[in-house]
C-alpha cells in the first residue's frame, strides 16, 4: 500500500505539473505578489527537504543571510521554484547539495548546486524545455525545471544554468516588484513533491522472463519506476508469464 500511495503521489504530481505549466503560458496570467521574507521561506523549505536528504546519505549546505530578507514575491511560486531546483539537487548529487541566498538593492539570487555529474555542455539549453530528459535522467516528470524557469519569468526574473567545475549550478535571480496583494489571488499552486517518492537508485531494469504458465500467455510490463514494475509483475505473475521493460526502446527489443 505504501508503495500505491507514493504512485498515486506522483501521478498526482505530475497532472498539478501539467495544469500549472498551461497556467503559466495563460497571456492573462498574473502572480499575487506581496511583503515575504525570502530567508525565511527558504530555511523552511529546506526543512521539508530534510527527510530525502538524509535518507539519499547528502549534505545540504544553507549559507543564509543572519538578517530578514523582504522582497515582492508570489510565495506559492517562489515555493515552486526553489523546490524544484532542489528536487534536482538532491536527485543527482554524490554526497553535497548548497544553497546560498544572496540579498542585493534591486533584488535577490538564489543559488542551488551539487556535486554530481553535472549539465553536458550540449544539453545546457535544452534542460529548459518542457518533457527533455537526458541520457542519465532520473526519475521525474520532464516540467521541473521549465516550470520553474516560467515562474521566474513571470516574476521578471530569470532561472539559468550556471559555469560550474563540479556538479550543477542554477542561479535563480529576482528583481524587487511592487506589490499586488489587492489583487485577487491566481489559482493555487500545487505544493512540491519532495523526492520521497523518487527513485534515486540508478535504473536497473532489464527483460526479466518468468516461468512460463500452463495458459501460455505473456504479458508484457513496461514502467519507467523499478519499484512500481516490480510490483505489477508481482501480481500479474500469479497467473502469467511476464516480460518486463524500464524503458519504450527496451520493450521493443524483448
Known amino acids: 500500500?505504501?508503495?500505491?500511495?507514493?504512485?498515486?503521489?506522483?501521478?498526482?504530481?505530475?497532472?498539478?505539473?501539467l495544469l500549472d505549466f498551461r497556467k503559466m503560458e495563460e497571456v492573462n496570467y498574473s502572480l499575487n505578489l506581496a511583503p515575504c521574507d525570502v530567508r525565511t521561506l527558504v530555511e523552511d523549505i529546506c526543512i521539508?527537504?530534510?527527510?530525502?536528504?538524509?535518507?539519499?546519505?547528502?549534505?545540504?549546505?544553507?549559507?543564509?543571510?543572519?538578517e530578514s530578507a523582504f522582497y515582492n514575491i508570489d510565495r506559492d511560486a517562489m515555493t515552486k521554484i526553489v523546490g524544484n531546483v532542489l528536487v534536482n539537487a538532491v536527485k543527482y548529487a554524490a554526497s553535497h547539495v548548497r544553497i546560498l541566498l544572496v540579498k542585493e538593492l534591486a533584488g535577490f539570487r538564489i543559488?542551488?548546486?551539487?556535486?554530481?555529474?553535472?549539465?553536458d555542455?550540449?544539453?545546457?539549453?535544452?534542460?529548459?524545455?518542457?518533457?527533455?530528459?537526458?541520457?542519465?535522467?532520473?526519475?521525474?516528470t520532464?516540467?521541473?525545471?521549465?516550470?520553474?524557469?516560467?515562474?521566474?519569468?513571470?516574476?521578471?526574473?530569470?532561472?539559468?544554468?550556471?559555469?560550474?567545475?563540479?556538479?550543477?549550478?542554477?542561479?535563480?535571480?529576482?528583481?524587487q516588484n511592487e506589490a499586488t496583494s489587492q489583487q485577487l489571488p491566481p489559482p493555487a499552486l500545487s505544493d512540491v513533491i519532495?523526492?520521497?517518492?523518487?527513485s534515486f537508485a540508478p535504473d536497473q531494469s532489464r527483460p526479466v522472463e518468468g516461468s512460463p504458465k500452463e495458459d501460455g500467455t505473456v504479458v508484457l510490463v513496461v514502467e519507467d519506476n523499478e519499484e512500481l514494475r516490480g510490483v505489477i509483475s508481482d501480481i500479474i505473475s500469479s497467473s502469467h508469464t511476464v516480460l518486463t521493460?524500464?524503458?519504450?526502446?527496451q520493450a521493443l527489443d524483448v
Open 121 to 140: 555542455d550540449k544539453m545546457q539549453l535544452s534542460i529548459f524545455k518542457p518533457f527533455y530528459r537526458a541520457a542519465n535522467h532520473k526519475t521525474g
Open 48 to 66: 521539508r527537504f530534510r527527510a530525502a536528504v538524509e535518507t539519499s546519505n547528502l549534505h545540504l549546505e544553507m549559507k543564509l543571510p543572519e
Open 245 to 249: 521493460a524500464g524503458t519504450g526502446r
Open 142 to 175: 520532464g516540467l521541473g525545471l521549465p516550470l520553474a524557469r516560467l515562474l521566474a519569468e513571470k516574476h521578471g526574473g530569470t532561472l539559468r544554468l550556471l559555469p560550474s567545475e563540479q556538479g550543477a549550478r542554477f542561479e535563480i535571480a529576482i528583481p
Open 111 to 119: 543559488e542551488i548546486s551539487d556535486d554530481g555529474p553535472g549539465v
Open 1 to 17: 500500500l505504501d508503495i500505491i500511495d507514493r504512485n498515486v503521489v506522483n501521478l498526482l504530481n505530475l497532472i498539478n505539473q
Open 194 to 198: 519532495l523526492p520521497v517518492g523518487v
